[in-house]
């Protein structure tokens, strides 16, 4: 008897243990759940920040930015005394500095310039190969943060985008800011699966840009041209240029008609 006494005993015991671990465990994931969402709720509204790493004699500084998410983000201001803003985005596998002689000339003729590394490029924060279909989506947010630098420095609202490849499908998808004009450098359908369809949102001035040899491009611009007609109420200040040869992206802002053309559709 006294032996089955003491073996409830012990059952007992352990039931008290086990229920005290329980009661600990569930305490601790709360407290850790609690941190999660004061930590989510921090990083909601956490404050747009900008540092200016360096400037050189021409007043051009290279900037670190950081989303609300707290993404580093690594942007080139080349300057200038305008508030008629361009963002430059650059293509697949590119960098902000692919755009350095095309920001010159775009600052030389009284616009104000910025270009920017997409997370996972070039110096900002992030390794593209791990990238998902939401890191690039996501990439939207490193324009806000740009946008934002500007009208602290500029008090515009406003910003034309320019992008080519990759950096035209952003910028279709781009919902977060004031834009003035949308310039898109061969855009692609669809490019990590970002598609460009989503210029339908778009009720203003639009200018595409494609090379006649690039099918794969001009048969996108002629959808988009599509839509544009559908849902713009700004169709007669839009444009496209096709031109000769087989150019895509970076490539084809080398060329003088197309530099002067792209100015004054931002001009205008």
Do not use: C
Request: no cysteine; charged share 30%.
């Amino acid at each position: 008897m006294k032996s089955s006494r003491g073996f409830w005993v012990i059952i007992v015991i352990l039931i008290v243990i086990g229920i005290s671990i329980l009661w600990n465990k569930s305490l601790s994931d709360q407290q850790i759940q609690k941190e999660l969402d004061v930590q989510i709720n921090k990083d909601e509204i956490l404050p747009y920040s900008f540092n200016i790493l360096n400037e050189n004699e021409e007043g051009i500084k290279e900037l670190e930015l950081y989303t609300r998410r707290k993404v580093r983000i690594r942007a080139t201001d080349y300057g200038g005394n305008s508030t008629n803003n361009v963002i430059l985005l650059h293509q697949e596998n590119g960098s902000r500095k692919d755009y350095n002689n095309f920001a010159y000339y775009l600052k030389q003729n009284n616009l104000r310039v910025i270009s920017l590394d997409f997370r996972g490029y070039g110096e900002s924060e992030g390794n593209k190969n791990n990238f998902t279909y939401i890191d690039y989506e996501s990439m939207t947010r490193d324009i806000e943060v740009v946008q934002e630098y500007l009208i602290n420095k500029t008090g515009k609202e406003k910003v034309s985008l320019l992008g080519s490849e990759l950096g035209a499908n952003i910028a279709t998808n781009y919902v977060y800011g004031d834009v003035d004009k949308l310039l898109l450098v061969s855009p692609l359908k669809e490019i990590n699966e970002i598609e460009s369809d989503q210029i339908y949102r778009f009720k203003i001035p639009v200018m595409m840009i494609g090379a006649s040899g690039d099918k794969e491009v001009t048969e996108n611009i002629r959808e988009l041209e599509e839509e544009i007609s559908k849902q713009s109420t700004d169709t007669d200040f839009s444009k496209t240029i096709i031109i000769s040869g087989n150019k895509r992206g970076i490539e084809i802002l080398s060329e003088n008609k197309i530099k002067e053309e792209i100015l004054s559709f931002l001009l205008a």
